[in-house]
């Protein structure tokens, strides 16, 4: 099983402005990097 995605949290607060601004590219990469 592989978990991706538990670094995207809008309690983070660099997540939580990604969040707010829409920028789904910062928010893939996260998810790219945690993999």
Known sequence: MIV???LINAS???VG???EEKNAEEIQK???EQY
């Open 4 to 6: 991706v995605g538990e």
């Open 12 to 14: 983070r607060k660099a």
């Open 17 to 19: 402005g990604y969040i």
């Open 30 to 32: 996260l998810a790219k």
